[in-house]
């Protein structure tokens, strides 16, 4: 059998054709002239929106009035610092902390998991919420479980609750759910977003059917896509296309994974363990039943009734000038862009981050930042 | 050029020696000054941090180089870490213009208890490489240090070799076109693939081998037209090429679709979120070619065994200067320079 051809291995994905992408970027142009305003804002919620938007290099080929923003879709950097101060505050209580690797930088109030590790702190990072059972079994001391991220990874922390964990863990849960903050960012006053572009790893859970509440509140229309460049590009076509028809509506376009009912199973799960409470997300506000909570009947698991977490007791400490400068709640916000920040590149880096969008490799500053910032691309011939 | 962020801490980190911005912050902060600087009045030394030096003797050029190999696992598909040590230093004389080489010397240390067998095999493999690049060993040194005081083996390797007009990685200019001698990331993928035991479906082979042959060809097809080479090692591509941007001064676009990568390369890195043009390459070069000689300067490269894949990936550009632009077939955006390798101790 002949080896296949390096150089041909590219363009065979189906959903990396660059020909029906420049199709699909020309319908994008045909869509927002149809509109025919100067600027059309839309948003997406997703770290991995805007990792592929950011690899491929789709932003470069977006009509010029066309503004595609990130709003709060890094799970990580919507933690709230308060949430960070009682996994720190457990953490030096003597507890063992396992969590997502993403946290460890995340800023606390004053200070950061990693620090308290620096400081002599149990801190453990874990890829699946299964480790940490595994993590409680083998250590058999107290380790709590700071359990963070969307309805994804909150269904991976309900089925360890389900199945019952080890007398010695028990969890933090900083879990949020998406759908009451894109309530949130819609009424934010300024932003004149117009459109949203769903998740849809999220949206398998949930199920598109999830944001029609949504859009009747809002008449904004929302579009579920998928991760591939031609699902992003499909995705923004249709969204353009609702906002210009004026039809405000959900429309899914990742058929291949999301149905109208979404992951049953998943979502009795998800209830069963978690029940809505209202939560900070760091940066854009209170957001009514934003948080994930552990119902009543597990409080026994629930660190917060087990711990007397104390969180008064963390060293105080002021704002440095450098974190006051920090811009990220306005980013994630989605109403500025992480080229508004003046420390941005130079004095917050993946290697010296100021703010969490800068940690979490969902976070819009690591991002643009892997991929070169975001530089003027004009101009070659 | 010192960044200022590349080397702000006291202690060294494993990020220093990754072949990125981080390393060149070290070797400026703290190698050059006290080596006066590294000026080589004439030739090109120390300072221009290329791949060698290249020292004027009589109305030739004498190129030098040295490299030293830590790789871990000492074995690992494709190739072991005796080969990795006479591709490095044979290869570096070859991307500065030294395709014919005049002596290489090896000087090994080796933990104490390290396997006799395990030895005389990358002796073995040692000579292959010697004898596949026409190159000759002429000295060497042994020590052996306790146990626990190295991790198995440490190999050194020096090389010299003569050539008429040495090719640095800072002469390219807008128009040329970039070239790349085969397939990407081939090296650095294998590395993690057996370091990390993953079952990945596929043959991720090291792409380990001398490249004098083929650079030969290239320069004879060429006419001078070869004006800027640089393997790229450590950092991958991406490395190599913000290197030849900043020290040329000029923008590079690449065309992602353009650059050769195996079919396996791409999975894995597909899977495990790792960008192929950052993983180093052994057997590979990137040159920059004057546009009329570029196609000549293709078929050359292709008809040698170990250039089959070549590619036209790129050109340089007027504007832009010292950036590296992707053009990723959707659209356009900076390829960024990696801070540091993902994976160390892969060379």
């Known amino acids: 059998m002949a080896s296949p051809d390096p150089r041909a291995g590219f363009a065979e994905l189906k959903f990396r054709d660059p020909v029906r992408a420049r199709a699909m970027v020309e319908a994008m142009g045909r869509a927002t002239a149809g509109i025919g305003r100067s600027r059309v804002s839309l948003m997406h919620v997703c770290g991995s929106h805007e990792q592929a938007i950011a690899k491929y290099g789709l932003r470069s080929a977006f009509p010029s009035a066309l503004s595609v923003i990130m709003g709060p879709g890094c799970p990580v950097c ?17 507890v063992h902390i396992a969590t997502y690797g993403d946290m460890l930088r995340v800023p606390g109030t004053v200070m950061s998991l990693a620090d308290a590790q620096a400081d002599g702190a149990s801190i453990h990072v874990i890829y699946s919420a299964g480790q940490a059972v595994e993590l409680a079994a083998r250590l058999k001391e107290p380790v709590v479980f700071f359990a963070t991220g969307f309805e994804t990874t909150a269904v991976a922390t309900a089925a360890i609750v389900l199945e019952g964990l080890p007398d010695n863990l028990s969890i933090l849960s900083a879990h949020k759910y998406i759908p009451p903050a894109m309530d949130i960012v819609a009424a934010t006053p300024g932003l004149a977003v117009e459109g949203f572009l769903a998740a849809g790893h999220a949206a398998t859970i949930t199920g598109w059917g999830v944001f029609e509440p949504f859009v009747s509140r809002h008449h904004l229309p929302v579009v ?6 031609l699902d992003i590009l499909a995705g923004l076509v249709k969204l353009l296309e609702l906002v210009r028809d004026g039809a405000p509506a959900v429309v899914n376009m990742y058929p291949r994974c999301v149905t109208r009912a979404g992951n049953l199973r998943a979502q009795e799960a998800l209830w069963k363990v978690f029940q809505p409470s209202c939560g900070r997300w760091r940066g854009i506000a209170d957001v009514p039943d934003g948080n994930l909570a552990l119902r009543d009947r597990f409080a026994g698991l629930d660190a917060r009734t087990r711990f007397a977490i104390d969180v008064a007791s963390l060293p105080k400490s002021a704002v440095s000038v450098t974190a006051g400068a920090c811009i990220c709640g306005s980013i994630m916000a989605g109403i500025k862009s992480p080229t508004d920040c003046a420390l941005f590149g130079s004095a917050c880096t993946p290697e010296h981050p100021v703010g969490a969008c800068m940690v979490s490799s969902e976070g819009t500053c690591r991002i643009w930042h892997q991929y070169g910032g975001h530089p003027d691309l004009g101009g070659i011939a | 050029m010192i960044d200022g962020r590349g080397f702000a801490d006291d202690r060294i980190g494993l990020k220093h020696g990754a072949g990125g911005r981080a390393m060149r912050a070290l070797i400026e902060q703290v190698c050059l000054p006290g080596l006066g600087g590294g000026a080589t009045p004439g030739g090109i030394g120390l300072a221009a941090m290329d791949d060698g030096a290249a020292i004027p003797v009589g109305d030739r050029w004498l190129i030098v180089t040295t490299d030293s190999h830590v790789v871990h696992p000492i074995v690992f598909p494709g190739g072991d870490i005796g080969r990795l040590a006479v591709c490095g230093t044979v290869n570096d004389l070859a991307v500065m213009g030294a395709t014919d080489v005049t002596a290489l010397t090896c000087a090994i240390i080796v933990e104490e208890g390290f396997p006799r067998a395990g030895l005389e095999r990358v002796y073995a493999s040692i000579r292959a490489a010697c004898e596949e690049a026409g190159a000759p060993i002429v000295t060497g040194d042994t020590k052996v240090m306790g146990r626990g005081e190295i991790d198995g083996l440490v190999l050194n390797t020096a090389g010299i070799g003569f050539c008429d007009r040495p090719v640095p990685d800072s002469s390219l200019a807008p128009g040329d076109v970039l070239i790349v001698t085969g397939t990407v990331g081939d090296h650095g993928m294998a590395i993690m693939a057996a370091r990390h035991a993953l079952s990945l479906d596929g043959d991720l082979r090291s792409d380990v081998a001398p490249i004098n042959g083929v650079v030969r060809a290239a320069l004879g097809a060429a006419g001078g037209g070869v004006v800027a080479m640089k393997d790229p090692t450590r950092g991958g591509l991406s490395s190599a090429l913000h290197e030849m941007a900043q020290k040329s001064k000029v923008g590079i676009l690449i065309e992602e679709a353009a650059v050769p990568v195996r079919p396996e390369v791409r999975g894995a890195s597909d899977l495990l979120g790792i960008d192929p ?4 390459c052994e057997g590979k070069a990137v040159m920059g070619v004057r546009p009329d000689a570029a196609a000549a300067v293709l078929a050359a490269i292709r008809a040698h065994p170990l250039g089959r894949d070549a ?17 990723t077939g959707f659209g356009r955006r900076i390829l960024a320079e990696p801070d540091g390798e993902p994976l160390p101790r892969i060379c």
Do not use: K, Y
């Open chain 2, 277 to 280: 043009f950052v993983m180093a």
């Open chain 1, 78 to 94: 919507v933690t709230d610092a308060r949430e960070v101060d009682e996994g720190v505050a457990l953490a030096r209580q003597g």
């Open chain 2, 311 to 327: 590619a036209r990936i790129g050109r340089c550009l007027d504007t832009h200067a010292g950036a590296v632009i992707l053009d």
């Open chain 1, 224 to 229: 579920v896509a998928g991760f591939e460049p």
